[in-house]
């Protein structure tokens, strides 16, 4: 390919497979979770592309069954992070130097193993190590995570093609170089292509990576590092050390060769990391980069002209899909009076259609919150609106985690916009509302915008359009995703890059050419055909 100039073209999303009853795909998914059920892994540490295994282990669990162990993996101490780092440096230079078009092509493998060999494989993990339905999986283990190293394919060849002008006498160009060093590619629990995309969208630009996966994805985790190797990606581009944060951190900030950081998670968390990257700024070979996607408050805003029923569906959706465990999901939702009593309506008619358990049943829309601490986090916020005189709890309430972690979607009310659950991040199936005058909805606009510290995703309702502009012109700021008439979730990649700024994060759009880009340092380069001879100006001579 260095003898040929290749764009890879603007991929199509990948289609999502519906999974109706005697489909291939739902059969196929259905025997792999009988075999996954039924078995448990060990899962080493993957360093260099040797397994490494510590002694000291954790277990993988079942959300929604937490007495079912799934796999016991290793975790890294402060020797094996060192080892993860030399390894990841060993690989820099060959991979690198490597022709974009073939880190390109490992990663459009990876995706077309997922694709088809691997679906069941990957959507099975994530449905039961992080309880996600046939759906939720489909969306997130699949269909996103292909269109990520798909369209990342595209938009690398959009970057690596822009050049420079040359003017007469010379030859103008910019190359592309991966970052000076490795980057810690620390991921979330609650998209495994997430987890994914922290990765290769910086292995895609000749990066190296270590990373520390969540504790409760590494099942999911584990299997994608098998099919990057199948794929095709060299020993130590990608280094999988699970482990605590604490420990793996503390040898990651000190390494001079940390280049950059690629982060989704708590706003505490990235919070944490900047300091650190902080204190140990004299150290490193240069400035690390550092792209965070952290909280959220996401809110629906719905004016006196929406359609209640579409208000309905979309704050029932977009609050209570995969639990409430989006960053996007909606948290808190504004609604005029008179609107009011027939959004309640709906939404209490889905609750009581939807049910709750175990993933493997299809039947059930609502699964179980990741693990223990999230649980106990949601029952006290919604024990808290439970005993409290501004709040009342509409919808919902129910906490049971004697099997599995199981939340019922709930709806608080209250008289309150500065409640405690309409302004802290909760991370679970619980929606918070505030009913206004119907002739106090600009007060409303200016509640939404400033009761938040984040600005990650929001939506708008409403029939009246100009209302509608006028209501998100205000909002500008309070998300970096912005919906009307839709749920604030659901963002696909190559359509909507997603992200968001104030405590949200850099909003460097995961899912464009924006993060891409973060993962280059440009090199401009001049090539003069014929110097200058002599040192006097025209006018001199």
Same mark, same amino acid.
């Given at each position: 390919m260095r003898d040929a100039i290749y764009a890879f073209p603007d991929p199509a999303n990948e289609p999502v497979k519906t999974y109706l009853k005697g489909s291939p795909e739902r059969e196929a998914l259905e025997k792999e979770l009988k075999r996954q059920s039924s078995i448990e892994i060990e899962i080493p540490l993957i360093i260099g592309g040797k397994e490494v295994r510590t002694g000291n282990t954790g277990k993988v669990v079942m959300p929604h069954d937490h007495h079912h162990v799934l796999a016991t993996y290793h975790k890294a101490g402060p020797?094996?992070?060192?080892? &993860?780092?030399?390894?990841?440096?060993?690989?820099? #230079?060959?991979?690198?130097?490597?022709?974009? =078009? %073939?880190?390109?092509?490992? /990663?459009?493998?990876?995706?077309?193993?997922?694709?088809?060999?691997?679906?069941?494989?990957?959507?099975?993990?994530?449905?039961?190590?992080?309880?996600?339905?046939?759906?939720?999986?489909?969306?997130?283990?699949?269909?996103?995570?292909?269109?990520?190293?798909?369209?990342?394919?595209?938009? &690398?060849?959009?970057?690596?093609?822009?050049?420079? #002008?040359?003017?007469?006498?010379?030859?103008? =160009? %910019?190359?592309?170089?991966? /970052?000076?060093?490795f980057v810690f590619a620390l991921t979330p629990f609650n998209f495994t292509s997430i987890a994914s995309n922290l990765n290769m969208s910086p292995v895609l630009m000749g990066n190296v990576t270590v990373w520390k996966p969540s504790t409760t994805a590494i099942l999911s985790n584990y299997y994608l590092m098998q099919i990057y190797k199948e794929a095709g990606l060299p020993d130590g581009v990608v280094n999988f050390i699970p482990g605590q944060g604490s420990v793996i951190g503390k040898e990651i900030f000190a390494s001079k060769h940390l280049a950059g950081v690629h982060f989704t998670g708590s706003s505490a968390t990235f919070n944490t990391l900047w300091r650190q990257v902080g204190e140990n700024i004299d150290n490193y070979v240069n400035y690390p980069r550092l792209v965070g996607e952290t909280g959220g408050k996401d809110f629906i805003f719905v004016t006196p002209t929406a359609v209640a029923e579409d208000v309905a569906t979309a704050a029932f959706c977009g609050a209570f899909e995969f639990q409430g465990q989006k960053c996007s999901a909606a948290s808190r939702m504004y609604i005029p009076k008179s609107l009011w009593p027939k959004v309640l309506e709906g939404m209490k008619a889905f609750a009581a259609e939807a049910k709750m358990g175990d993933v493997c049943d299809p039947d059930n829309f609502i699964n179980a919150v990741i693990d223990e601490v999230s649980f106990d986090n949601i029952a006290a916020n919604i024990e808290y609106a439970r005993k409290s005189p501004d709040a009342e709890i509409v919808i919902g309430g129910g906490c049971d985690k004697s099997k599995g972690y199981f939340v019922e979607p709930t709806v608080i009310v209250t008289t309150d916009p500065h409640f405690k659950t309409i302004e802290e991040e909760i991370f679970g199936p619980v929606l918070t509302v505030y009913v206004y005058e119907d002739a106090e909805m600009d007060k409303a606009v200016e509640l939404c915008d400033t009761t938040s510290p984040y600005g990650l995703t929001g939506a708008v309702f409403g029939q009246d359009r100009m209302m509608v502009q006028a209501v998100a012109d205000k909002l500008r700021y309070a998300a970096g995703n912005f919906y009307i008439n839709d749920k604030p979730t659901g963002a696909v990649v190559g359509l909507q890059p997603f992200g968001g700024s104030r405590k949200s994060g850099t909003n460097d759009k995961a899912g464009g050419e924006f993060n891409l880009i973060r993962w280059a340092i440009p090199r401009a380069i001049k090539e003069t055909l014929v110097p200058a001879r002599g040192y006097k100006y025209p006018y001199m001579k």
């Amino acid at each position: 390919m260095r003898d040929a100039i290749y764009a890879f073209p603007d991929p199509a999303n990948e289609p999502v497979k519906t999974y109706l009853k005697g489909s291939p795909e739902r059969e196929a998914l259905e025997k792999e979770l009988k075999r996954q059920s039924s078995i448990e892994i060990e899962i080493p540490l993957i360093i260099g592309g040797k397994e490494v295994r510590t002694g000291n282990t954790g277990k993988v669990v079942m959300p929604h069954d937490h007495h079912h162990v799934l796999a016991t993996y290793h975790k890294a101490g402060p020797a094996e992070v060192r080892m &993860a780092i030399d390894a990841a440096m060993a690989a820099h #230079k060959q991979w690198s130097e490597t022709d974009w =078009t %073939v880190r390109a092509a490992i /990663l459009m493998k990876a995706a077309e193993l997922i694709s088809t060999k691997y679906r069941a494989l990957m959507n099975a993990a994530t449905m039961l190590g992080q309880s996600k339905n046939f759906y939720q999986a489909e969306i997130d283990s699949t269909c996103e995570l292909i269109d990520f190293l798909r369209y990342n394919a595209h938009f &690398a060849s959009e970057i690596y093609g822009f050049q420079p #002008k040359s003017a007469k006498g010379q030859i103008n =160009t %910019v190359e592309y170089r991966a /970052l000076e060093g490795f980057v810690f590619a620390l991921t979330p629990f609650n998209f495994t292509s997430i987890a994914s995309n922290l990765n290769m969208s910086p292995v895609l630009m000749g990066n190296v990576t270590v990373w520390k996966p969540s504790t409760t994805a590494i099942l999911s985790n584990y299997y994608l590092m098998q099919i990057y190797k199948e794929a095709g990606l060299p020993d130590g581009v990608v280094n999988f050390i699970p482990g605590q944060g604490s420990v793996i951190g503390k040898e990651i900030f000190a390494s001079k060769h940390l280049a950059g950081v690629h982060f989704t998670g708590s706003s505490a968390t990235f919070n944490t990391l900047w300091r650190q990257v902080g204190e140990n700024i004299d150290n490193y070979v240069n400035y690390p980069r550092l792209v965070g996607e952290t909280g959220g408050k996401d809110f629906i805003f719905v004016t006196p002209t929406a359609v209640a029923e579409d208000v309905a569906t979309a704050a029932f959706c977009g609050a209570f899909e995969f639990q409430g465990q989006k960053c996007s999901a909606a948290s808190r939702m504004y609604i005029p009076k008179s609107l009011w009593p027939k959004v309640l309506e709906g939404m209490k008619a889905f609750a009581a259609e939807a049910k709750m358990g175990d993933v493997c049943d299809p039947d059930n829309f609502i699964n179980a919150v990741i693990d223990e601490v999230s649980f106990d986090n949601i029952a006290a916020n919604i024990e808290y609106a439970r005993k409290s005189p501004d709040a009342e709890i509409v919808i919902g309430g129910g906490c049971d985690k004697s099997k599995g972690y199981f939340v019922e979607p709930t709806v608080i009310v209250t008289t309150d916009p500065h409640f405690k659950t309409i302004e802290e991040e909760i991370f679970g199936p619980v929606l918070t509302v505030y009913v206004y005058e119907d002739a106090e909805m600009d007060k409303a606009v200016e509640l939404c915008d400033t009761t938040s510290p984040y600005g990650l995703t929001g939506a708008v309702f409403g029939q009246d359009r100009m209302m509608v502009q006028a209501v998100a012109d205000k909002l500008r700021y309070a998300a970096g995703n912005f919906y009307i008439n839709d749920k604030p979730t659901g963002a696909v990649v190559g359509l909507q890059p997603f992200g968001g700024s104030r405590k949200s994060g850099t909003n460097d759009k995961a899912g464009g050419e924006f993060n891409l880009i973060r993962w280059a340092i440009p090199r401009a380069i001049k090539e003069t055909l014929v110097p200058a001879r002599g040192y006097k100006y025209p006018y001199m001579k």
